[in-house]
C-alpha cells in the first residue's frame, strides 16, 4: 500500500484505524465521501486504502481489522484483569480493616474490663472478699465471720481493707493460719490477753494504744531493751 499509495495512504490507514478503534473497530458506509470529508483525505484514496490491501474485512457494506480487533480484545484483556486484582485488593483491604476492627475492639474490651476492676468499689472488693471467704469449706461459720471481720476493716481514708495492705496474700492459707492460731482468739475478743509482737506490729497508733491498755488491765507491764525490743511481763 505505502510504495502504491505513498505517506498519503500510510496516513489515512492509522486514521481510519484510530476511528475504527473508537467506534468499536467497525464502519458502515454507502459512501465514501462523508467518511473521506471527516478524515479530510481524498475519497479514492480512501476506498483503495479499504479495499484493495487486505487490510480490513469487508462485509455488508461494513468494514473492520483483524488486527486491531485482537488488540482490542488484548486490551479488555488486561483491563478485566486489572479489575480483578482491584476488586482482590479491595476485598483484602476490607477484610484486614475488619480484622484490625475486630482486634481493636477486644484490646478496648480488654482495657475497659482492666479500668473496671481498678475502679471497683470498696464494697464490691468487700462482697468479692466475703464471698471468696465463704466458698471456702471445712471452716466454720463464726470463724469465717471473724477473719472477714479483722481483715475488711477500713483504713483512714477508706480505699483499702486491712488484707489489701498486706505484702502478700494467700486466702486460703490466710484462713488456715487464722482457725489455728491467736489471730482468731484477737477477733473474737478484740486482742489476745497476751503480747503477740507480730499482731502488734500489724496494728496502726491508735489500735496499738488500745492493745497496750488491754494487757495492762490485765495486770501486763512493758519494758523496752535495746536487744529484744518492748518485753511484756504479767504480774504474778
Keep these: 500500500m505505502r510504495s502504491k499509495l505513498g505517506y498519503e495512504g500510510y496516513g489515512i490507514f492509522w486514521a481510519v484505524l484510530e476511528l475504527l478503534f473508537v467506534e468499536e473497530n467497525k464502519l458502515c458506509v454507502n459512501d465514501y465521501e462523508p467518511l473521506a470529508y471527516g478524515l479530510q483525505c481524498d475519497e479514492h484514496i480512501l476506498k483503495q486504502v479499504i479495499e484493495d490491501f487486505d487490510l480490513f474485512v469487508l462485509e455488508d457494506d461494513c468494514f473492520y481489522s483483524r488486527r486491531l480487533n ?42 475497659s474490663n482492666s479500668k473496671s476492676k481498678v475502679n471497683k468499689t470498696i464494697e464490691y472488693r468487700l462482697a468479692e472478699f466475703k464471698n471468696s471467704v465463704q466458698s471456702i469449706e471445712d471452716v466454720s461459720n463464726e470463724d469465717k465471720k471473724a477473719f472477714i471481720d479483722f481483715w475488711t476493716e477500713p483504713n483512714k481514708s477508706g480505699t483499702k481493707m486491712r488484707f489489701e495492705l498486706e505484702r502478700t496474700w494467700h486466702l486460703s492459707r490466710r484462713l488456715s493460719r487464722w482457725v489455728n492460731s491467736s489471730f482468731n482468739k484477737t477477733a473474737k475478743s478484740k486482742f489476745p490477753d497476751f503480747y503477740d509482737a507480730y499482731i502488734y506490729k500489724k496494728l496502726d497508733t491508735e489500735k496499738q494504744k488500745e492493745y497496750e491498755n488491754h ?12 536487744t529484744a525490743g518492748i518485753v511484756w511481763n504479767k504480774k504474778r
Design 70 to 111: 485482537d488488540h482490542i480484545q488484548e486490551i479488555n484483556s488486561k483491563s478485566n484483569k486489572a479489575k480483578e486484582n482491584a476488586s482482590k485488593r479491595w476485598s483484602n483491604a476490607v477484610a484486614m480493616q475488619s480484622h484490625s476492627n475486630g482486634n481493636a475492639s477486644k484490646v478496648n474490651k480488654s482495657i
Design 215 to 226: 494487757l495492762k488491765s490485765l495486770g501486763w507491764t512493758s519494758k523496752y531493751t535495746p
